[in-house]
């Protein structure tokens, strides 16, 4: 049997089959054809020695910022080689008036695959600095779900950034999250939003939405948090995550704390998915790449097979696509990670400028996107390390 890649030797944790063994993995055709202990890979065309390392499904980082033409956007691509992630969610940097622009300028051209949250502000984040929704004429609702409409392929829900700063206070601050709210039930979709310095508090926020729409930055710190001035989760964040609101990591320049990270995991409060919120000013630290902010959760003490879980197949689910993505399933697409588990002495640092030491370190060494190999697959912070 030819396989277009054999992946040789790792440790295969996918948390989709609640797998953890040591076996071979093959690829053919853009998919992934054997997961088992032995394969004879004499007529790979492509072999990857994996021996010591984990091979995962490609990982999902459910928020980053890839709108080049906007201030901060990244360069999709480039942000898969450097750290194993082969899916993508854009959350919300265009809104209804570039959203096309967006997906023909970078969307249909990425090699890698983007989803995108449409954002409730009419020019998304092009003039984030100003406050996107301070004037009500730029909330859109119906241009969002026109908008959702017409992408239903890559538009997978909408996002508002919460923060009075950007939204109002009073009156108007909650006019735009209801218009951000009714602009999801509208196009049967689901709201990311971004909480930090809100104009209400997030427990109220919480229970303003819905199983399956998402609250980013929850490790954020700052007047508004998910934890009380005793270090407790709310209760009222308790409960809508045990009815189904998704809370999502979204690390930032600003937006991840050690402590309140701390006190939610012994509150027994652990985040939906894990997500980095690159862009141009933390893609050099503190954030670095996806593979270092799940680093950071093993250093707290989280499980590996939950961390990879939180990074590949929930955030899967919440994409609607768990049968293709973050899986390692005979059939589905061939995206996988191959991440090396460095051990030594590694600062890790917060959106506080504190400081931890951690004793390992995730690196991707090899991303597969779609059954081919990235090329310059090392992981960012490993380039830094280097430097
Ligand atoms: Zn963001």
Redesign the pocket.
């Known amino acids: 049997m030819s396989y277009d890649i054999v992946i040789r030797g790792g440790e295969v944790i996918d948390p989709s089959q609640k797998m953890r063994q040591v076996c071979d993995v093959a690829v053919s055709d853009g998919k992934v054809v054997a997961v088992q202990e032995s394969i004879d890979c004499s007529d790979a065309t492509t072999v990857i020695d994996a021996r010591g390392q984990l091979v995962t499904p490609g990982l999902i980082d459910l928020?980053v910022?890839v709108y080049p033409h906007a201030p901060l956007g990244l360069d999709p691509d480039s942000l898969c080689a450097a750290g194993g992630v082969t899916t993508m969610l854009d959350?919300g940097t265009a809104g209804s008036y570039n959203f096309d622009a967006f997906r023909r300028d970078t969307i249909d051209r990425a090699d890698t695959q983007i989803f995108s949250l449409v954002n409730l502000s009419c020019i998304g984040l092009i003039a984030a600095n100003l406050g996107e929704l301070l004037d009500r004429r730029y909330a859109d609702p119906d241009g969002v779900v026109a908008t959702i409409e017409r992408h239903r392929d890559v538009a997978v829900g909408v996002k508002i950034r919460a923060g009075a700063h950007i939204i109002g206070t009073g009156e108007q601050g909650w006019a735009n999250l209801n218009d951000a709210i009714q602009a999801a039930r509208n196009s049967n979709t689901w709201l990311m939003v971004?909480i930090g310095e809100s104009p209400m508090s997030i427990p109220e926020l919480a229970e303003a939405l819905s199983p399956g729409d998402c609250i980013?930055h929850c490790f954020k710190a700052g007047s508004t948090r998910v934890t009380d001035d005793s270090g407790k989760v709310f209760e009222g964040i308790q409960a809508a995550a045990e009815r189904g609101v998704m809370f999502d990591v979204?690390h930032?320049y600003g937006s991840f704390n050690w402590d309140v990270v701390q006190n939610s995991l012994d509150c027994g409060f652990e985040p939906t998915t894990i997500s980095t919120?690159i862009?141009a000013k933390n893609i050099n630290g503190p954030v670095y790449d996806m593979a270092t902010t799940m680093s950071k959760f093993l250093m707290l003490g989280v499980p590996l097979e939950r961390v990879i879980e939180m990074s590949t197949t929930m955030p899967a689910k919440v994409l609607n696509h768990p049968d293709q993505l973050g899986t390692l399933r005979i059939g589905s697409v061939a995206d996988i990670a191959v991440l090396e588990r460095l051990t030594g002495k590694f600062i890790f640092t917060d959106s506080y400028r504190q400081q931890k030491t951690g004793t390992e370190l995730l690196v991707a060494s090899t991303t597969v996107r779609r059954g081919e190999i990235v090329p310059g697959g090392g992981g960012r912070r490993m380039q830094q390390l280097s430097e």
Do not use: F
Request: glycine share 22%; no cysteine.
């Open positions: 928020h910022h959350a971004h980013t979204g930032g919120d862009h």
